[in-house]
């Protein structure tokens, strides 16, 4: 059964920045696109990165683009996420997705775990 | 970039009766690569429909999918209380990933 773990939320202050991750287990890793996504009560859902399988292609949201870094470690099972310079609007619950199909990046995806809260607030 | 909007923003049925809820893209979403998510609070949103009309693993045969283009609906037939939840709508045509702002589902 795939599970992901999120870690790495809390409570920051604006102007600082934050490394979020992820832990895979239940698939191999390897074989599958992941991406991270956003929920907050004023936004909905909100798609942020995506990574491929092998970590050599990136893609992004435009609205977030410059101050976010998406990685992955296939050795260990894990994703990251680096997101600069946060405001309270960044302030949401941060979920890592696993591509639906096994492939370089599968834009359709499914949730797995409970997510990490990050709240932005002086 | 696809602008997906859902209708309507809350919906308040009872149990037994059926739902409709509806996404309207901006443009026609190619392949009709329309998804849609049902999230309930604390948990993690959950994958019902792929595809417009595909059914994900699990998912009751309450649920289904339909529409093409730029019009999509997901029907919920037999409502139970465990219904209610945001229900959002996905499309994976192409990047930036987009969802819909939700629709709201009370069962009462």
């Known amino acids: 059964q795939v599970r992901l773990v999120e870690s790495g939320g809390g409570a920051v202050q604006p102007g600082t920045s934050l490394r979020l991750s992820c832990a895979a287990s239940?698939?191999?890793?390897?074989?599958?696109?992941m991406h991270w996504v956003r929920q907050s009560p004023g936004r909905g859902l909100e798609w942020m990165a995506a990574?491929?399988?092998?970590?050599?292609?990136?893609i992004s949201a435009d609205s977030v683009k410059a101050r976010l870094t998406i990685s992955r470690d296939n050795s260990k099972g894990t994703l990251s996420l680096q997101i600069t310079s946060l405001s309270v609007d960044d302030t949401a619950v941060y979920y890592c997705a696993k591509g639906f199909y096994s492939s370089h990046i599968s834009f359709l995806f499914e949730f797995g775990g409970q997510g990490t809260p990050v709240i932005v607030s002086s | 970039e696809y602008v997906l909007t859902q209708s309507p923003g809350t919906l308040s049925l009872s149990p037994g009766e059926r739902a409709t809820l509806s996404c309207r893209a901006s443009e026609s979403v190619s392949s009709n690569y329309l998804a849609w998510y049902q999230e309930k609070p604390g948990l993690a949103p959950r994958l019902l429909i792929y595809?417009?009309?595909s059914r994900a693993t699990g998912i009751p045969d309450r649920f289904s999918g339909s529409g093409s283009g730029a019009d999509f609906t997901l029907t919920i037939s037999r409502l139970e209380p465990e219904d209610s939840a945001v229900y959002y709508c996905?499309?994976?045509?192409?990047?930036?990933?987009?969802f819909g702002q939700g629709t709201r589902l009370e069962i009462e």
């Open positions: 595809g417009a009309s």
């Open positions: 996905q499309q994976y045509a192409s990047s930036p990933i987009t």
């Open positions: 239940g698939f191999t890793f390897g074989n599958y696109g």
């Open positions: 990574i491929s399988n092998d970590g050599n292609t990136k």
